[in-house]
Each structure stands twice: as C-alpha cells, then as structure tokens.
T-cell receptor, first 114, second 110 residues
Framework: KAGVTQTPRYLIKTRGQQVTLSCSPISGHRSVSWYQQTPGQGLQFLFEYFSETQRNKGNFPGRFSGRQFSNSRSEMNVSTLELGDSALYLC?????????????FGPGTRLTVL | DAKTTQPNSMESNEEEPVHLPCNHSTISGTDYIHWYRQLPSQGPEYVIHGLTSNVNNRMASLAIAEDRKSSTLILHRATLRDAAVYYCILRDQAGTALIFGKGTTLSVSS
C-alpha cells in the first residue's frame, strides 16, 4: 500500500498571504488528522476529518481551516500568515476508530513564513 | 485527555535493552496507552498500544503496571535506528486525536 503523501514538501510564503496544503491518505482510510510541529510548542493537534466532516478540533485560531473530499483526500488552509505559522505540518491517516486506531503520518510540509 | 510524564532524555548502547518509562497517574479505566516515536526528519510512527495487559509486537513490548498508573516501553535490543523521540500518549474512548507531550529523546551509541 502506498503511504500518506503530502504536497508540497516545502513552501515559502510571506506574512499576510494564505497557503493550502494537501494530504492524500492511505487507500481505504477515512480519517485524516493534521498536526503542527514547532521547536517551541512541539507536536500539536489541529483538526481531524472523518467522512468529509470535521470531527475534532484543536486549540488553533480560525485562520486555520481544513476540508476533506469524498475520496478522503484533505486540504488545510492557513489565511493571513504570521511568522509564527512557520512549522512542519503533518497529516496522518487512519481508519478513524477512536481510541485504538493507528495513525500513519506523512513526511510533512515544511512551511516558512518570511 | 489525561497527562503523561516522561524523562526528557535517555541513553543506551547498541544491542542492549532499553526501558522507557511513562507515568500517567490520572489515567481513567478506559484510556488506552499508545506509544509513537519520531525519527529525525520524519513524521511520527506507531510503536505499540495497550489497555491493561502487557503487549508485544515486532518492534517492542509494552509493560503496564497493575494499577495502570505507569507503563514501560521496552526495546529488547537497541539499534542505532532506534534513536528517536518516544511519545507516550493516552487516548480516551472518544479519542480521535493524538495529544503529544515532550516525549523522551533516546540516544543510542555504538
């Protein structure tokens, strides 16, 4: 099975711009979760989509949004970029079964905001 | 989600067993204990999980205390490739997210 893919792998933006990141889950997986990783805050949960619906959300401002398509592919969008949004953005796919499912992570998208 | 406490760092020699501890004194009866690890420049990867009984898989073993207030991830023979940050995570019945703490940075020397 192909793993989780994320595009693009690297991105450079300037403050105030917006950005869209894409995640293709493992075939058959219906859940996609997004995480932000920074040196200061570590790995933080952004949100989770299951069957095109946001099922869970972390503590991030409304500038961070996402969606999931009928083929389970997911996108996340960050509007009005700030310097602090520079981070590694990871997506993970899973069966979506709470509590016990295994989450498979992609390689991440490295976003740099100048 | 209940909190976990792990040592910041640990060191090991290649070919030796490694015991990575995790304290979770506020764990509830239905919380699962999960371990993930993150190798340098990679996304996290699943290691093992359990509820009450000890668990084994090809990567590691998970020993869970009888009162479930602590657990230990056991790598039976550390290799250089096991150098990573190891995260102990509790997931409740509705838990669809992984709530990561700081984890334990494991260094392995040859």
């Amino acid at each position: 099975k192909a793993g989780v893919t994320q595009t693009p792998r690297y991105l450079i933006k300037t403050r105030g711009q917006q950005v869209t990141l894409s995640c293709s889950p493992i075939s058959g997986h219906r859940s996609v979760s997004w995480y932000q990783q920074t040196p200061g805050q570590g790995l933080q949960f952004l949100f989770e989509y299951f069957s095109e619906t946001q099922r869970n959300k972390g503590n991030f401002p409304g500038r961070f949004s996402g969606r999931q398509f009928s083929n389970s592919r997911s996108e996340m969008n960050v509007s009005t970029l700030e310097l602090g949004d520079s981070a590694l953005y990871l997506c993970a796919s899973s069966s979506g079964r709470p509590s016990t499912d295994t989450q498979y992570f992609g390689p991440g998208t490295r976003l740099t905001v100048l | 989600d209940a909190k976990t406490t792990q040592p910041n760092s640990m060191e090991s020699n290649e070919e030796e067993p490694v015991h990575l501890p995790c304290n979770h004194s506020t764990i509830s009866g239905t919380d699962y204990i999960h371990w993930y690890r993150q190798l340098p420049s990679q996304g996290p990867e699943y290691v093992i999980h359990g509820l009450t009984s000890n668990v084994n898989n090809r990567m590691a073993s998970l020993a869970i205390a009888e009162d479930r207030k602590s657990s230990t991830l056991i790598l039976h023979r550390a290799t250089l490739r096991d150098a990573a940050v190891y995260y102990c995570i509790l997931r409740d019945q509705a838990g669809t997210a992984l709530i990561f703490g700081k984890g334990t940075t494991l260094s392995v020397s040859s």
